[in-house]
């Protein structure tokens, strides 16, 4: 057995880094949906509140900033399988994680940047040991 062939599934090296940078690119995919499901949200809110009267409240229009914060990982979450299963994947069903993983750093430690590195460095780790779907 060559040292390029790991014996457990029986994909090369290769292809096993190549899977991983597809698993980039779905992290990135993630990351992206999410950015603009979320300032899709907040820009409806600040145009619902920016209507209002001046004897409103000041609070108008924030639900949407609350949704943002709500569905914003779940549309990556959405996103992450089915990217990762049309970039031939084989561990395509295990692309919602890397969200999970964002969103336990980004609210234990209070980070967005944290949040989005331990995405990434999931997204990578689950390509690199799922490997490519054979055709």
Not at 44 to 65: H, L, N, Q, R
Not at 86 to 96: E, K, Q, T
Request: with cysteine.
């Amino acid at each position: 057995m060559s040292r390029d062939h790991t014996p457990a599934t029986g994909k090369t090296r290769d292809e096993r880094i190549q899977a991983a940078f597809m698993g980039l690119w779905t992290a990135l995919a993630q990351i992206a949906v999410a950015a603009v499901v979320a300032i899709a949200l907040v820009l409806i809110g600040a145009a619902v509140g920016s209507g209002s009267k001046p004897d409103d409240t000041d609070w108008e229009g924030f639900e949407w900033v609350l949704a943002a914060i709500a569905v914003g990982p779940l549309a990556a979450a959405v996103a992450g399988p089915l990217i990762a299963r049309r970039l031939r994947l084989a561990a395509w069903p295990a692309f919602f994680c890397p969200v999970l993983a964002a969103v336990a750093v980004s609210y234990g430690t209070g980070g967005f940047v944290l949040g989005s590195v331990a995405l990434v460095i999931t997204a990578v780790v689950i390509g690199y040991a799922g490997g490519l779907r054979v055709r």
